[in-house]
């Protein structure tokens, strides 16, 4: 582990490493007539095998989290999950409109007139991977009672509002809700808890479902290799029809440097990007290369552990507010990859708050307020942070900036998988986490939000700022079927929170895939729900 303290980034230390990166980036530029010369060369060997059905992709990570798909909230295994599992409604491959919902294992629903009770139909001769037979309605009420329970779910609390799931017969599904919900397809779609899995395989495997689950889609999990891939195998039963890729092979690469020589060397079709403008425009320039940058992005906040002195003062979380440039961390990643978020819940989410965020920069008034809660020699603080090269910088950046107004941030860097695990031991004062959820206000405000789901209660999800004083607002809106006194609750839940100092959004960032031109995903890609470009049964190589 990776221990930064005090001035080991200094403010007046970034210039010079702002030119060292910039000389990399300039060497990086230099070599690229020499990667173009070793691509065409690796074209040129792959000819031969350009009719192989294998699809190989790298993602940024050392290992796979969990392939349980109500427990992970890892991007890593999201990439896997568009492949191997189905919903009761989807979105179309390639977009990420809300207004084109469709059938997926549901042929068609409907609802009763107060919203609170959903009846779905669903589609006769889906089959399981791996022989574990037909879907039922007793697979979908076992997956979505699962992913209401905390215990196996970290989605639990999207469901808190659902009364019941019963199996009416073996292709009825019905929902009973004990108050309606902002959008109840949101929680039964292609992602998160919506995602269903095998009944009798879930019963059977216990612990081991998380590395060998079992669902509907155009591919099974073959196999895992412990920080090295997962091999996914095309399911000849798929619904839709014969997946015409016969295998996908997902390796862990953390090193953005490694999976792009990959990439060119021609050994990888198609890997995740680094999510910063200057490198995006790099990679643009290579031959052969395609760079997908889509919706829909990630919320990128500084969450405010309230509850952690000196952050427990308010004057001292508002100084934390006017420290940190939020404008410059922007530029710093690139217009390109990200949309401004001016409150808590992501810009082009149905109940976000318009209007500007209310904290200027302004480290003189930051230092202001330190001395007015009894610091005048300024305050130092403490976070673990993820050396993924998305947060890592983040991190760094409010380092420095934070130190312009008397705060000191002293950060541990531990790899990603570490990090995951050290944020929900409430260790830090300020954690920078990004995530995208069904983009609906309540998504945001139920999981990062309100004091249930707060590090440390038995329903938490990942809220790290430990704030509540929104949650009235929050449930106020969840039980609300009056859809403008609902938005106008969620936007005072958001008006409190900022007052309350508990975040600070930066900006959604929006997914970097790279493929090589032989790859074709059979659909015209816009944006996408799990974070990674879908691989469905009509990709192909060519």
């Known amino acids: 582990m990776l221990r930064v303290v005090g001035d080991a980034r200094d403010p007046r230390r970034l210039p010079a490493r702002r030119a060292a990166e910039d000389n990399r980036r300039v060497a990086g530029e230099e070599i690229v007539p020499i990667i173009r010369a070793l691509l065409m060369l690796a074209l040129a060997v792959g000819a031969a095998s350009a009719q192989e059905k294998t699809l190989r992709m790298a993602v940024s990570a050392a290992d796979v989290g969990s392939l349980d798909p109500h427990r992970s909230v890892a991007g890593q295994d999201k990439a896997v999950f568009a492949q191997v599992f189905n919903a009761l409604v989807r979105l179309p491959p390639g977009s990420a409109d809300l207004a084109r919902i469709e059938p997926d294992l549901a042929e068609r629903w409907e609802s009763s007139p107060d919203g609170l009770v959903w009846t779905f139909t669903l589609r006769r001769g889906v089959q399981f991977h791996h022989g574990y037979g037909e879907l039922t309605a007793d697979d979908v009420a076992h997956s979505l009672t699962r992913a209401a329970d ?35 397809l949101g929680l039964v779609v292609d ?96 031959p052969g290369m395609t760079v997908d940058v889509f919706e829909s ?5 500084f969450y405010v552990n309230t509850r952690k002195p000196p952050l427990d003062d308010l ?17 710093y990643v690139g217009a390109d990859v990200t949309t401004l978020a001016n409150a808590v819940v992501p810009p082009g989410s149905l ?122 607002e929050i449930d106020a809106a969840r039980a609300d079927t009056d859809r403008a006194r609902q938005i106008a609750a969620w936007h005072e839940a958001q008006r409190k929170l900022a ?44």
């Open 315 to 331: 004057r001292v979380r508002q100084a934390l507010m006017h420290a940190i440039d939020r404008d410059e961390i922007r530029r």
């Open 191 to 286: 992602v998160h808890g919506g995602l269903v899995v095998s009944a009798k395989a879930d019963r059977e495997l216990g612990e081991g479902f998380k590395l060998k689950p079992v669902g509907t889609g155009a591919f099974a999990v073959a196999g895992h290799e412990p920080k090295t891939s997962t091999t996914l195998a095309a399911h000849k039963g798929y619904f839709r029809g014969a997946p015409v890729i016969d295998r996908i092979v997902v390796r862990y690469l953390p090193s953005d440097q490694t999976r792009e020589l990959a990439l060119v060397a021609g050994e990888l079709d198609l890997i995740t990007g680094r999510r910063d403008q200057r490198w995006v425009e790099r990679v643009r320039a290579l």
């Open 499 to 542: 007052a309350a100092a508990c975040a600070i959004p930066l900006y959604t960032l929006k997914m970097v895939w790279v493929r090589s031109n032989r790859l074709d995903y059979g659909y015209r890609l816009d944006g996408a729900l799990g974070l990674a470009p879908p691989i469905t049964e009509r990709t192909a190589l060519r």
């Open 150 to 184: 905390a215990k196996h779910s970290s989605f639990a609390s999207d469901y808190a509002a659902v009364k019941a799931v019963e199996a009416v017969d073996a292709h009825t599904v019905r929902i009973t809700l004990a108050q309606p919900v902002p959008s109840l």
């Open 297 to 301: 992005g990630e919320l990128l906040a």
């Open 351 to 472: 109940g976000e708050l318009p209007g500007p965020w209310p904290y200027a920069y302004d480290p003189a008034r930051a230092r202001a307020l330190l001395a007015e809660a009894g610091h005048p020699g300024g305050v130092t603080l403490r976070s673990v942070s993820s050396s993924n090269t998305a947060l890592l910088p983040l991190m760094e950046l409010a380092q420095a900036q934070l130190r312009k107004a008397g705060i000191t941030l002293d950060i541990d860097v531990v790899d990603h998988p570490t990090y995951h695990v050290k944020i929900r031991e409430d260790l830090s004062a300020l954690t920078v986490y990004g995530a995208w959820r069904f983009p609906v206000a309540d998504s945001y405000l139920t999981q990062f939000h309100h004091s249930r789901a707060s590090v440390g209660r038995p329903t938490a999800v990942t809220n790290f700022s430990h704030c509540d004083v929104a949650d009235a």
